[in-house]
């Protein structure tokens, strides 16, 4: 865990905390997701019993556009797309399809789409946002948690945003104050939420 | 005749040989293994021709080591079947145990997680009651095992061996009553045991079952049983044909005083308490025939001398 800042496992139970340590190592590692949390903080009392990781990611990229990856060539109406990165080719054929129905999207090759757009259809296309990657970024790091978290804790809530996020989770009803409680480890970083 | 549990590994040319003499030798084979060229047998085999059957075995590029597990059914029980704990720890052990001998049943509770939430059902309690050990991986906190152990241990009564993160010593004192074997430091972790210190605590753990076994052994020498468990699935191969359509690994799995025999209860239970043994005994003498809750099997329990007053 060199890449991260900050990485502290906080716990009642040296020897416990010390396994916790290397679990979320292990996880963050499988998941790559290690280049993107910048701090984090665990705490887990099994007493209570309640669960938390707290932290602050990297500077995610920004939303990637269409022409970002492809051309967009328009003549006479007859607009053609030349995708260079085929990765973002399955979001932007659904956005594509919902957008202008499927019929009138044609690929006749893997790299290739086809379609006949009116003038004001045309009008930004190259602008379409098609894939934001801090919302995939924010799906796998609260799964993530959720494996390093001892199973049994069930009771969750979760948050992300301004490259913050945090993740509680309990056996039983999450205590009232927990925000509180949540802004106190995010103090132990040198961090606000 | 002492049988000792061995497993033999070597070529699969001319390992009929092999099996031939070791039952002409008075063993039985217990399991068998092919494995692209290779075969490994597990068998029990008399303890004075060890030496000739490896001398037999030498030019097939055989070899004999001892197994001590050979012959037993082990339930590995994992608190749930989730990411949390698969493919490590739970398989790890279950594996590892498996390399000596053993045959090993993975069980994963449908509500074992959590402290104050784990609960175990009956059909889960009745399914590790019918093996002969039971090996408890449990997680990482002193808390949540002392808390939670009683209720998974509730109408267990086979041997437990008790794994857990915190170390050895200190899952002694958080068990009360106590329970048979103990290791420590085989706790939740979500990495593969590769490295030399990891797999000494797995040796730690495969060590732990066979004393716990062995000092079961022991008590069951005092009453001996009826017939050994090895010799009746003989007899149930030779004389119940449809066993060999059953396409399990182990169609019969042999355990240290019963057997598990996968063919359904309902057609087959009264034949097999029919089935003839030795001159007018039958299996329905020898042993108690019941339902298993593991599908629809059939579990034998071998009676004890002192029930029946005999031994064949």
Not at chain 1, 65 to 85: C, M, P, Q, W, Y
Request: net charge negative; hydrophobic share 40%.
């Amino acid at each position: 865990m060199e890449a991260v800042e900050y990485f502290e496992v906080e716990c009642p139970e040296k020897a416990g905390g010390d396994y916790y340590r290397h679990i979320a190592d292990v996880v963050l590692l499988d998941h790559n997701l290690i280049r993107v949390i910048w701090k984090l903080h665990i705490f887990i009392d099994p007493r209570i019993p309640l669960f938390i990781a707290a932290g602050r990611t990297r500077k995610v990229p920004g939303i990637v556009k269409l022409r970002d990856f492809s051309d967009v060539n328009a003549r006479e109406g007859k607009v053609t797309i030349s995708i260079g990165d085929e990765s973002y080719l399955a979001p932007l054929l659904q956005i594509l399809w919902e957008k202008f129905g499927k019929e009138r999207v044609e690929q006749p090759d893997r790299f290739t789409i086809v379609m006949n757009l009116s003038e004001s259809e045309l009008q930004g296309l190259e602008d379409l946002p098609v894939y934001d990657p801090s919302e995939s970024l924010y799906k796998d790091l609260i799964y993530a948690l959720q494996v390093i978290q001892p199973e049994g804790f069930k009771v969750r809530r979760q948050y992300y945003g301004k490259g913050r996020f945090y993740l509680v989770a309990s056996e039983d009803t999450l205590p009232e104050d927990i925000e509180e409680i949540v802004r106190e480890k995010f103090s132990l970083m040198g961090e606000s939420l | 005749m002492i049988l000792v549990p061995v497993t033999y590994k070597g070529g699969i040319y001319r390992h009929d040989e092999i099996i031939d003499l070791i039952e002409d030798l008075g063993g039985y084979i217990i399991q068998k293994h092919m494995i692209a060229q290779e075969v490994v047998l597990q068998a029990l085999v008399p303890k004075d021709d060890i030496e000739l059957i490896r001398r037999i075995g030498k030019p097939l590029t055989g070899e004999v080591t001892p197994s001590p597990l050979v012959g037993t059914e082990i339930a590995v029980v994992t608190m749930s079947l989730e990411i949390h704990h698969l493919p490590h720890a739970s398989c790890d052990v279950a594996e590892y145990i498996r390399r000596f001998g053993a045959k090993t049943n993975m069980i994963g509770l449908a509500r074992g997680f959590g402290k104050r939430i784990s609960q175990m059902n009956d059909e889960e309690r009745d399914v590790i009651n019918e093996h002969d050990c039971a090996v408890y991986l449990l997680g990482d906190f002193e808390t949540c095992i002392k808390h939670k152990f009683p209720v998974l241990r509730r109408g267990i009564d086979v041997p437990i061996i008790l794994c857990g993160g915190p170390p050895t010593d200190v899952l002694k004192t958080l068990i009360d009553p106590p329970v048979d074997g103990y290791v420590g430091g085989v706790g939740r972790f979500m990495h593969r045991t590769k490295e030399s210190e990891e797999l000494s605590k797995m040796d730690e753990v495969v060590d732990e079952v066979t004393r716990v076994l062995d000092r079961k052994r022991e008590v069951m020498a005092k009453d001996p049983l009826s017939i050994s468990p090895a010799r009746l699935m003989d007899i149930i191969y030779e004389k119940i044909d449809e066993i060999h359509d059953v396409l399990s690994p182990t169609p019969i799995t042999v355990q240290m005083a019963g057997l598990r025999v996968k063919l359904p209860y309902d057609t087959f239970a009264s034949l097999l308490r029919k089935t003839e043994i030795d001159e007018g005994i039958t299996i329905g003498d020898l042993a108690d025939v019941h339902p298993s809750r593991m599908r629809d099997y059939i579990l034998l329990r071998i009676k004890p001398f002192s029930e029946t007053n005999m031994v064949v």
